[in-house]
Each structure stands twice: as structure tokens, then as C-alpha cells.
């Protein structure tokens, strides 16, 4: 059974950093493309930005809004999966999703979620 | 403002069918794979749809999909009160090189 299970999610104030990590299990994680999607309170999903596998290039992806604040890394040797957040925003509270994502951008395993708040 | 447009809401008696929309663009369902996701309250998404219109195993067989051209439909029968959840698609958009979900419809079952 596929297990993804993220730590790291807190309070923090605007313009600090936060790192989410996400431990993978039940599947071959150095051949899985990842990804983050979050979700805001009361509001729908918002795809954050995925990482391929070592073996496609191990390329990122990040949709606009997070865009040079962002990063997401992995380590194969410990299964995990990073989400390095900086300069962060009021907006970018909300529950983040580690995910599993295929080829085709189709996200096909979730963790429960780690919330983070960013206060003013 | 999503990429994406589904209803904000649709509804219907136990029993019945539903269907949800999602209409996009030449750039995302287009020309790419649409999925559906179903979110119950409370929890994490779940994928119901793959590959337009593929179900995972562990889906039934009540839930099925389809994609014309730039719109895609999810389409749900013999409704049941455990379908009450808030329903996403997405699918990848080639311009923005990133994927795009649409702003949800909350099926509820009357």
C-alpha cells in the first residue's frame, strides 16, 4: 500500500521559511514523479509543483505564484521528498498534499496533509 | 479564477444521476489527459478518474468520464449520500507548463 506522510507544517510570520518534508513508502520511490498540491482554507486545489524522477532528468515544475520562492528537492537514499518554502505569504496558507504524479500529470497518490499557517 | 470551469454545485435526489462539467482549452484538456479527483469532507483528495475516462480498480463502476474536444464530464449514477464530496478535475496545461485544476463542484445528494 502506497504511504505518503508529510511533517513539517506550522505557524511561521510573512517573508519567514518553512521546509515540509514527505516520506514515501509501498512503492519504488526513485522511480516516482512527486508533486505538492495545496489547498487553502474553504477554498479548491492548487498544484504547487512536481519533480521527476532521477532516471527522466529529475526536472522541476512550479506553477507561477511560488516561482523562485519555492523549491522542491528529493532524496532517493531516504525516500523523501522536500518542499523548501521561503519569503512567504499570507496566501500560501493552506493544507500542502505530497503526492504521487504520472507521466501524464495525473496525481494518483496523496498524503493527509500538513497544514501551514502564514500569519501577518 | 481556475483554468478550469466546472458548476459550483450540483445536486440530486438518492438513486438519480449526476453529471459535471469541465470545460478548458486547446492548451490543457485540449490536447492533454484529463483526471477527476473526489474530496469527502475533511479528507484528502482521492483520483477517480485516469487517462480521461479509466477508472482505478478500487473505483466503481458508477463513476465514469469522458472528454470532447476542449470540455470533459464526470458522470455519477445510482447516487448515494457517500457521494456527497466536493469533485476536481485537471489535467495538464501546455502553456503554462504546470497542472491546472478546476475551481470544484460539491455534489450534494438530497
Not at chain 1, 509543483?49 to 528537492?73: E, H, L, W
Not at chain 2, 486547446?26 to 477517480?48: C, F, M, R
Not at chain 2, 458508477?62 to 457517500?82: C, E, H, N, P
Request: charged share 15%; proline share 3%.
Amino acid at each position: 500500500e502506497v504511504q505518503l506522510v508529510e511533517s513539517g507544517g506550522g505557524l511561521v510570520r510573512s517573508g519567514g521559511s518553512l521546509r515540509l518534508s514527505c516520506r514515501g513508502s509501498g512503492f519504488n520511490f526513485n522511480d516516482a514523479w512527486m508533486s505538492w498540491v495545496r489547498q487553502a482554507p474553504g477554498k479548491g486545489l492548487e498544484w504547487v509543483g512536481r519533480i521527476k524522477s532521477k532516471t527522466a532528468g529529475g526536472t522541476t515544475d512550479y506553477t507561477a505564484p511560488v516561482k523562485g520562492r519555492f523549491i522542491i528537492s528529493r532524496d532517493d537514499s531516504k525516500d523523501t521528498l522536500y518542499l523548501q518554502m521561503n519569503s512567504l505569504e499570507t496566501e500560501d496558507t493552506g493544507v500542502y498534499f505530497c503526492t504521487t504524479i504520472t507521466w501524464r500529470a495525473e496525481v494518483d497518490n496523496w498524503g493527509q496533509g500538513a497544514l501551514v499557517t502564514v500569519s501577518s | 479564477q481556475s483554468v478550469l470551469t466546472q458548476p459550483p454545485s450540483v445536486s440530486a435526489a438518492p438513486g438519480q444521476k449526476v453529471t459535471i462539467s469541465c470545460s478548458g482549452s486547446s492548451s490543457n484538456i485540449g490536447n492533454n489527459y484529463v483526471s477527476w479527483y473526489q474530496q469527502l469532507p475533511g479528507t484528502a483528495p482521492k483520483l477517480l478518474i485516469y487517462d480521461n475516462d479509466k477508472r482505478p480498480s478500487v473505483i466503481v463502476d458508477r463513476f465514469s468520464a469522458s472528454k470532447s474536444g476542449t470540455s470533459a464530464t464526470l458522470g455519477i449514477t445510482g447516487l448515494q449520500t457517500g457521494d456527497e464530496a466536493d469533485y476536481y478535475c485537471g489535467t495538464w496545461d501546455s502553456s503554462l507548463s504546470a497542472v491546472v485544476f478546476g475551481g470544484g463542484t460539491r455534489l450534494t445528494v438530497l
